[in-house]
């Protein structure tokens, strides 16, 4: 079946240590895939996205994602976590061929910062 | 910068109540969608809307939905019955013809 798996619900990290976020998906060919952040109260806001071509990306807030086809991941990375930086993580992806473009996502992770 | 928009931010209804939720999505945009957020769950796609017409629904979507556009700038998702499951934070999001989505504030619906 076609999943996005966030294996970790919930991660706290120091602030300023690195930090990363694991997704990994399951479909027949590879898709679109995304990391969105929501903070309390808030929307979605897109932090990066992969469609093709180098698979390291690089999005807003410092953050960055590595495509990995061979372990269908797409892990999420900052280097140096601000407190700022607490929300919960959402990995989604898009299939190719879906004309309509839904979105599918994972089960999230929550992300605290410790001072 | 455009925005995505969204009315109410809480509704509050009682179980059988029929509500309407509204989204003004980004002016030059072409794909509407609606998704929504059981409080500790993953947001889960509703339906997709492109040229005036539903393109995709998930089998959340039953009959109880409905989606409209009844002019050229609101998007509207309609609860003919309410139940007490269908209490979530509901997301518009539109696109243009890109795969990036934009994502609305969400509208907290609470069915008592």
């Known amino acids: 079946a076609q999943s996005v798996t966030q294996p970790d619900i919930h991660i706290t990290v120091s602030e300023g240590a690195s930090l990363e976020l694991r997704c990994n998906y399951s479909?027949?060919?590879?898709?679109?895939l995304f990391w969105y952040v929501q903070s309390p109260g808030q929307g979605l806001q897109l932090l990066l996205k992969?469609?093709?071509?180098?698979?390291l990306v690089q999005g807003i807030k410092g953050f960055e994602a590595e495509f990995k086809r061979s372990q269908s991941s797409f892990n999420l990375r900052k280097p140096s976590v601000h407190w700022s930086d607490a929300a919960e993580y959402f990995c989604?992806?898009?299939?190719?061929?879906?004309?309509?473009?839904?979105?599918?996502f994972g089960q999230g992770t929550e992300l605290s910062v410790k001072p | 910068e455009p925005e995505v928009t969204q009315t109410p931010s809480h509704q509050v209804t009682q179980m059988g109540q029929e509500v309407i939720l509204r989204c003004v999505p980004i002016s030059n945009h072409l794909y509407f969608y609606w998704y929504r957020q059981i409080l500790g769950q993953k947001v889960e796609f509703l339906v997709s809307?492109?040229?005036?017409?539903?393109?995709?629904k998930s089998e959340i979507f039953d009959d109880q939905f409905s989606v409209e556009r009844p002019d050229g700038s609101n998007f509207t998702l309609k609860i003919r019955s309410t139940k007490l499951e269908d209490s979530a934070m509901y997301f518009c999001?539109?696109?243009?013809?890109?795969?990036?989505?934009?994502f609305g504030p969400g509208t907290r619906l609470t069915v008592l």
């Open positions: 479909y027949g060919a590879t898709p679109y």
């Open positions: 809307f492109y040229n005036n017409e539903i393109s995709e």
């Open positions: 989604a992806v898009t299939p190719i061929y879906n004309q309509g473009g839904k979105l599918i």
């Open positions: 992969y469609f093709s071509g180098d698979t």
């Open positions: 999001a539109s696109k243009a013809n890109t795969n990036e989505q934009f």
